[in-house]
């Protein structure tokens, strides 16, 4: 019996349109690891900053892998991929989600193994101890505010702009319209409501 070819994503991104960078680097590597492991490859490739959300080719990719056309997507490191380790654990998780696999050339991250299993396990893991992290640190900070007598949450509004909020939403206005006749944000509205 014949395998079946797994349908492959290889993204490459380059930071900039210099004609210094190229992705012939990276598509050179990657279209040879998908020789070897006999993928169908369709290349998407973007020149833009990774810090920016400005990468259509990448966003055409996602797009794609969410109606379930790949199998896998193959690129050259993490960095060319994800913003942020946050970005890349919840890109993995989607991934994961919709059962397609993911493979990292220079990390040697492969979910299609038991080992790059274990990778991703250990990232989503550490991404999840970060943000435990940072919610402790503004759970500190802000119980620190607290106790110099600084107030941390929305100031309330003035009780007579309560007691309008409150007569309007009886007459059946909108929240929206309520917000915008007395001046005050949807969600006021909303828990004075």
């Known amino acids: 019996m014949m395998a079946v070819m797994k349908r492959t994503a290889v993204y490459a991104r380059v930071s900039t349109t210099d004609r210094d960078q190229t992705p012939k680097t990276q598509l050179r590597e990657l279209r040879e690891y998908a020789r070897r492991r006999k993928f169908k490859v369709a290349e998407f490739v ?17 797009e794609e892998v969410k109606k379930r056309k790949f199998d896998v997507v193959l690129v050259w490191r993490y960095d060319r991929f994800a913003r942020s380790t946050r970005e890349l654990v919840n890109q993995l998780e989607e991934f994961q989600s919709l059962g397609v696999d993911f493979v990292s050339l220079s990390e040697g991250t492969d979910t299609t193994t038991p080992q790059g299993k274990l990778v991703f396990t250990i990232m989503a893991g550490l991404a999840e101890f970060e943000s435990a992290l940072i919610g402790e640190r503004v759970r500190a900070g802000m119980a620190r505010a607290r106790d110099e007598g600084k107030q941390i949450s929305r100031p309330r509004i003035q009780s007579d ?3 309008k909020i ?21 969600g006021t509205v909303a828990n004075y409501s």
């Open 161 to 163: 702009t309560a007691k």
């Open 166 to 186: 409150k007569r309007l939403r009886k007459k059946g206005m909108t929240v929206r319209a309520i917000s915008e006749e007395v001046g005050v944000s949807i």
């Open 46 to 62: 973007d020149k833009a900053s990774g810090r920016t959300n400005g990468r259509p080719a990448y966003q055409k990719m996602l």
